[in-house]
């Protein structure tokens, strides 16, 4: 598929697609609504595995000291009781069956990314704090993006207390972690970067994004994923061109958010990955006509 027909192919789609597309430390060479705003879904995780690290570093923590694993959480709106999360809506039992004992925060957060648990996502921030992870956004030069809840807090939730991203919010806080492994940087000391890149190349849902690389190719990514939305945020690494930076978030009405509906999207960003690493040599050739890329957040 050529540029040309992928782009006239997004125009066709319904709900908004948005995709950022560029190397790392450097302007994006193709965005596409990269400043709108998405339902997070999980790809919040990343912003916490960031908190977590950098609470680590501040000796704020103790990543390897073991938590007790509980399904009670404080709820971000204050007045509510504590909540839980169910494990039906769960990727991962590994976690759940932990209930009861102790893990490390370190463990947790592992499971929070390569098997997407949101169990350990909210013992994670239960221990970080929400401040923590809005202050891995800030650093981040994140524009518009929010984590103001744990995950299946329903009175949060009504409360207008949401979970948002952008795809270019996305590729900076990324961006600074993949730069960040080779100098300092400001989300993590190197070492940290480097750990945070390990977890998110062990990733065991290799769905999107993932879908549309060759076999074998190394890739740092995050996906997630609810009804009526699909997302994935990568750094990719060929063998025999430089790294950069993919994020596609798609979001459609409640009207088209069938099971059908989550086959298309997660095809979706498949094919756009598929094309951009064909394109890995010259990501310029897949900037719109007439539509200059625009510059991304810039890192505090």
């Not at 976690?95 to 350990?120: K, P, Q, T, Y």
């Not at 993919?246 to 459609?252: H, K």
């Not at 409640?254 to 040599?281: C, G, P």
Request: with cysteine; hydrophobic share 45%.
């Amino acid at each position: 598929m050529a540029a040309a027909d992928l782009h006239a192919r997004l125009d066709r789609e319904p709900g908004t697609i948005s995709v950022y597309a560029g190397r790392l430390d450097a302007p994006p060479t193709w965005t596409r609504d990269a400043e709108a705003t998405h339902y997070a879904a999980s790809t919040m995780k990343l912003a916490v595995l960031a908190a977590l690290h950098r609470a680590a570093e501040a000796n704020h923590l103790d990543p390897d000291a073991p938590v007790e694993v509980v399904n009670r959480f404080t709820s971000a709106r204050p007045d509510a009781p504590p909540y839980s999360c169910r494990r039906a809506y769960d990727n991962d039992g590994v976690v759940w069956d932990r209930l009861g004992g102790r893990a490390s925060l370190r463990w947790l957060a592992e499971r929070m990314i390569v098997r997407s648990s949101n169990l350990a996502t909210n013992l994670v921030v239960e221990h970080v704090g929400l401040a923590a992870v809005a202050e891995v956004w800030r650093l981040a030069g994140a524009r518009r993006s929010v984590t103001g809840r744990g995950i299946e807090d329903f009175a949060a939730r009504e409360a207008q207390i949401t979970n948002l991203v952008t795809a270019a919010d996305l590729a900076a806080l990324l961006g600074a972690v993949a730069t960040g492994a080779t100098r300092p940087g400001p989300i993590a000391s190197p070492a940290g970067c480097t750990a945070m890149l390990d977890v998110l190349c062990a990733q065991q849902i290799r769905q999107d994004i993932a879908e549309g690389l060759p076999a074998g190719v190394r890739i740092a990514h995050k996906n997630g994923w609810v009804r009526g939305v699909r997302h994935g945020a990568a750094v990719v690494y060929p063998a025999d061109a430089e790294a950069y930076l993919l994020v596609v978030c798609t979001t459609v009405g409640d009207d088209q958010t069938d099971a059908r509906a989550d086959v298309d999207a997660n095809q979706l960003v498949a094919d756009i990955s598929r094309e951009v690493w064909q394109a890995r040599h010259d990501l310029g050739t897949l900037t719109p006509a007439g539509s200059p890329a625009a510059p991304p957040p810039s890192p505090r």
